[in-house]
C-alpha cells in the first residue's frame, strides 16, 4: 500500500498547514489587535491558498486512484477503506467547482455579508434583495457543478451534512412540526411564566468564569489540552492533537448567555478531544458531519445540562461561586428558570424547544427559494406569516425577522437544518445512553458523567468517519432519525413545568 | 529593476510566512495548553523549514545578483540599495553552512539546553562541561565556515550586532569597568541602603496590570496595534504591521518585576511599531541589531522609567491604583527604592549599574573560550574570582554562578554583549536628545513622551536597517561609542542617592 501511505503522509501535511490557519483563526478572534486585521486577513488567505493548492493537485488525484485499487478488497469501515472514500469523495468535490465559480463566491460571500449588516442595520430587505439573488445564483451554479439526483438542495447540503437528503429532512421535520407548534401553543396558552428574574441579577465575570471552568471539566472538558477564551461570538476549535480551544462570553447581569454557551461548545470540544489523534488529518479523525457535531453541544447543553439532576450537582456549587446573588432561590425556581420555554423572534436566543421552529421554518424558506417555488421578494410576507402560524408571534421588524441570521448572505445554504438535526440525534442518542448505562440521573446527580462520555467516545467519537450520520444514528439506536425522542423530551419538560 | 521588485515580493512573501511563526511563538508562550506542546513543534518546524528553504533557493541568489546589478548607481542609502546590501549579507551568511553543520547545532541546542538545565538544577558543573564542549566545537565549525578578519568571535558577533567587532567591544567594555567597578565599591563601601520593603508590599495582580497598560500607554505603546499578556519569561514579538505583542509577569509581592519589565518591553515594542510598515519583509523595515533594539528597551526602562520626573508623572497616578498599599511612602523614598544598586549573583535581577559587570564578565569568559585562553574546565574558577574582583561578592555556588543562563548551552556565543550595548547606547542617543529636545524632565514630569519617541522615531526606527548601529550612533551623536554618557548617568545617579 504504497501509494495510500503516501497520501496519508500528504494529507496529514496539508492538516498540519490547516491546523496552523486555525491558530491564525482563534487568535484573529481571541486576540487580534484591531489594526493587525490586514496583515492577518494576508496570513490566513495564504495558508488558505496552500492548503486547496496542495489538496488538489492531480498528484493527489492520482494517489487517490492508486490508493482506492489498493484498499479495494478491505471492509468499508476499515481505516484505509474509510480514508480513501471519504477522501475521494472530497477531492471530487473539491476539483468540481471551476476557479472562476469558486473566486466570484468567494467575493459575494464579502460583499454579501457587508450589504447584509448595513441591511440588517437600517432594517431594509429591499437594499439586501439583489444581493441574496446574486448568491442564489451562485448557488445554482455551484449546485449545477456538483449535480443531483433527486433535488438541487441535496448538493448542498452535503457539505454539512453527507448523505442526507431535503427528502429525509423533510419527512422528519415535518413529523416534528406538528407536534411541535401544538405542544408550544399550550405552554404559551398555560399562562405560567418561568421566574427569570433568577438569571438576570447580577453575575460578576470573573465569578462566571470560575464556574464554567467548573462546569466544562466537570462533564470531561480537558483543559491540560485545551482552554476556554473569550469572543464576541462564542465558538469552539479543534486545533490540532491536545489542542481543543472554545469561548464564551459573559453578560454580567444574565447568568444563561455564558454558562449554557460554554456547555454547548465544551459537548463541541468533547468530540473534538475525543477523535483519535493517530488519525489527525485523515477521515477516521474527523467528525462525521455539521448535524453529529451539533448533537454533542446539544446533548451537554440541554440533556444534560438543563437535567434536574445536573443541577442537584451543580447548583450547591453555583450557590458557593455567586454566594447572596442566589439568596431566596429554591431548586426548583432555579431548575425552572432554566429550562423557560417562551416564543421569541431571534434564533440564537431562542430555547430548547422554540428554536427547532426557528430552523424549521428557514429551512422551508431556503428550499422553496432554492426549487424556485417563492421568489425573494415574497420571503419577509412568508417568514412573518410562518412566525405567526408556528410561534404565534407578529415579527416586528425585518431585521427581527428574515434579516436575523448571516448565513444566507454568506451562501450558507443548507446549514441551517443541522442545529435542528443536532437536537433530534441528541434525543434519540440519549435515549439509547441510558438503556446502555442504567441510571444516569443518579450519576449526574453525583457529578459522575464519565459514562456518558465515554459512551460517547466509543459510539461516535472513536469512529472519526467510519460511518455516515444516518449510520450512526441506526448503529446506535437500531432505528432510523425519528422526531419521536426529542418531542418525548420536550413534552415531559412541558409536563413538569408548565403542567401542559 | 524588474529582478529588484521581484526579490522583494519574494522576501515579502517570505516574511508573510515568518510571520505566521511568530503568532505560533507568541500563542505558545502565552496560551498553548501544555497537551498541545508536539502537535506545535510540529507547526512552528514546518514554518521555519518553509521559510529557510524559500530564502536560501538558488533563485534568490541570482535575483540578488541581478538586482544588484540594477541598484548599484543608488546611493547607499537608499531603499534598493539598503534591502540588496543587507539580504545580500543575510543570503551568503545563510548559505555557508553546510546542512549537516545546521542539523548537528540544532540538535546540540536541544541535547545542550536540557543537559543545561538538569546540571543547573543539581548545581553539577562536571555534568554540563561535556555538553559545552560539543557547542565550543560546532561553533568553532560555524566561524570557520564564515569566515573572520581579526578574531573568531567576530564571526559570531555578526548574527546580533553587526559591524561589531570583539576588539571594538573590549576598547568600550575595557573603558567601562574599571569606573564602573570602583563606582558600585563606593556604593556599596557607602552603608546606605534603599528602602526596598517599598517595592515588596502587597500589590494585587489585577492593579499592576492596570498600572502597567497605563504606562505602556503613556510612553506611546499602541494598544490597538498591540498587546501586553503574561508569559514566564517576558518577551516582545512584533508579529507584522499592526501587530507588536509583549508580555510580562506578575509577582504579587513585588513591584519591581512587572512594572520595569513591561517598561522594558514597551522600548522593544515602540522600535517594533515605529518601523515603517511599508517596507514590512525587507530590510529598511526590520531592527537594526540586537544591541540597538536593546537601547530602546533600556532607554525606557531606565533612562526614562527610573527618572525623578518620570515619577513626578506617575507615581499619583500609582498612589490611585494602589490605594493603601502606598501609605507613608514618600516620593523621595520611592524615587531611591526604583534606584537601588546593590551587588547581586544572578544577572536578570541586576540593577541598572551593576548589570554591566555580569555582561563585561560573560564577555571576557566567551572570548577567552573561543580563542583557546581559557579552558572550559577552568570556567568556575574564572568566573567566581571576576565576580569576587567585580562585585565583591563570593559565589555560592555554579547554579548562582557560571550556570545561570541558557545562552552558551543554546550557542548563544556572542549574544551577551549587546545588553551592555544597549545601555551604552541608550545613554548617549539620551543625551544628545537632552540636546536637540531641550528640556526632557518638565516634558516627563507632565507625562509629555511623545517628543523623545518622535525624536527616537525620526533618528532610529524609521531608518530600518540603512545605517549600521555604528553609524547611527555616530550620525546621531557626531562621536562614536563610548562610556562616557553611561558612567556620567550611573554617577549622577550614585550621587544622588549614595552620596557617592
Known amino acids: 500500500m504504497k501509494s495510500y501511505a503516501k497520501l496519508i503522509a500528504e494529507m496529514k501535511e496539508i492538516a498540519l498547514i490547516g491546523s496552523i490557519g486555525a491558530v491564525l483563526g482563534y487568535d484573529e478572534r481571541t486576540a487580534l489587535p484591531p489594526k493587525g486585521t490586514e496583515h492577518r486577513s494576508n496570513q490566513s488567505a495564504f495558508i488558505a491558498k496552500m492548503v486547496h493548492e496542495k489538496f488538489t493537485t492531480k498528484a493527489v488525484g492520482e494517489l487517490l486512484k492508486e490508493a482506492a485499487e489498493e484498499t479495494k478488497a478491505l471492509p468499508a469501515d476499515s481505516t484505509e477503506a474509510t480514508n480513501v472514500r471519504q477522501l475521494k469523495k472530497r477531492y471530487d468535490r473539491s476539483t468540481k467547482l471551476p476557479t472562476a465559480l469558486v473566486e466570484a463566491l468567494s467575493k459575494a460571500i464579502v460583499i454579501g455579508e457587508a450589504a447584509w449588516a448595513g441591511a440588517r442595520k ?11 439573488n446574486t448568491m442564489l445564483d451562485l448557488k445554482k451554479q455551484e449546485i449545477e457543478c456538483y449535480g443531483y439526483t433527486t433535488e438541487p438542495y441535496d448538493a448542498l447540503l452535503e457539505d454539512y451534512e453527507p448523505g442526507m437528503t431535503a427528502a429525509e429532512l423533510r419527512n422528519v421535520f415535518e413529523g416534528l412540526r406538528g407536534p411541535l407548534v401544538e405542544l408550544i401553543g399550550r405552554i404559551t396558552s398555560s399562562g405560567k411564566v418561568a421566574p427569570l428574574e433568577i438569571l438576570e441579577r447580577n453575575y460578576p465575570a470573573e465569578l462566571q468564569t470560575n464556574f464554567c471552568k467548573i462546569a466544562a471539566a466537570a462533564v470531561g472538558f480537558d483543559f491540560e489540552a485545551g482552554r476556554l477564551d473569550i469572543s464576541v461570538h462564542p465558538f469552539c476549535s479543534g486545533v490540532g492533537p491536545g489542542d481543543t480551544r472554545m469561548t464564551t462570553r459573559y453578560d454580567v447581569n444574565y447568568f444563561g448567555d455564558a454558562f449554557f454557551g460554554t456547555l454547548h ?42 437535567s434536574e439532576s445536573f443541577w442537584k450537582f451543580m447548583l450547591p456549587k453555583a450557590r458557593e461561586v455567586f454566594g447572596s446573588t442566589l439568596t431566596g432561590v429554591s431548586d426548583a425556581q432555579w431548575l425552572w428558570a432554566v429550562n423557560d420555554v417562551r416564543p421569541s423572534h431571534i434564533r440564537v436566543e431562542a430555547d430548547e424547544a422554540t428554536y427547532n421552529l426557528h430552523v424549521l421554518l428557514r429551512f422551508e424558506m431556503e428550499t422553496a427559494i432554492l426549487s424556485g417555488q417563492m421568489a425573494i421578494k415574497d420571503l419577509p410576507g412568508e417568514w412573518n406569516s410562518r412566525m405567526a402560524k408556528y410561534l404565534g408571534l407578529k415579527v416586528p421588524d425585518n431585521a427581527r425577522g428574515c434579516l436575523q441570521d448571516v448565513h444566507w448572505s454568506a451562501g450558507l445554504m443548507g446549514y441551517f437544518p443541522t442545529y435542528t438535526l443536532g437536537n433530534l440525534y441528541a434525543a434519540q442518542f440519549f435515549v439509547q445512553a441510558r438503556k446502555d448505562l442504567g441510571d444516569l440521573d443518579a450519576m449526574f446527580a453525583r457529578g459522575e458523567f464519565a459514562p456518558l462520555l465515554g459512551w460517547l467516545r466509543k459510539n461516535i467519537h472513536g469512529h472519526g468517519q467510519r460511518f455516515t450520520a444516518k449510520e450512526l444514528v441506526q448503529r446506535i439506536t437500531g432505528k432510523p432519525l425519528s422526531h419521536d425522542a426529542l418531542m418525548t423530551h420536550l413534552s415531559a419538560k412541558a409536563k413538569q413545568f408548565y403542567g401542559v
Chains 1, 2 share one sequence.
Open 265 to 306: 461548545e465544551s459537548g463541541h470540544a468533547l468530540y473534538d478531544q475525543g477523535l483519535p489523534d493517530e488519525h489527525f488529518g485523515t477521515p477516521c479523525g474527523e467528525a462525521v458531519s455539521l448535524g453529529i457535531h451539533e448533537s454533542q453541544s446539544r446533548m451537554w447543553e440541554n440533556l444534560v445540562g438543563r
Open 122 to 132: 437600517s432594517d431594509d430587505f429591499e437594499a439586501f434583495a439583489p444581493y441574496l
